[in-house]
């Protein structure tokens, strides 16, 4: 019975589960900014680039 009893109180499985699924947020928040910061920076250097072609012609 008390096996039971320890068994039904034990949260440490629901913790792991909540930890990953704040690490699985952050994950996407991460991906997302580097993808929205990475077009910004590919814009950049073509507007940079197409700029210094012009500027040779």
């Not at 949260?11 to 994950?27: F, H, K, N, P, Q």
């Not at 997302?32 to 910061?37: D, I, M, P, S, Y």
């Amino acid at each position: 019975m008390t096996s039971l009893q320890r068994f039904l109180n034990d949260e440490s499985g629901a913790t792991a589960i909540e930890y990953g699924l704040i690490a699985a947020l952050v994950a996407v928040a991460i991906i997302t900014a580097v993808t929205t910061l990475g077009e910004r920076i590919t814009d950049t250097f073509d507007e940079i680039s197409a700029k210094l072609v012009d500027s040779t012609e």
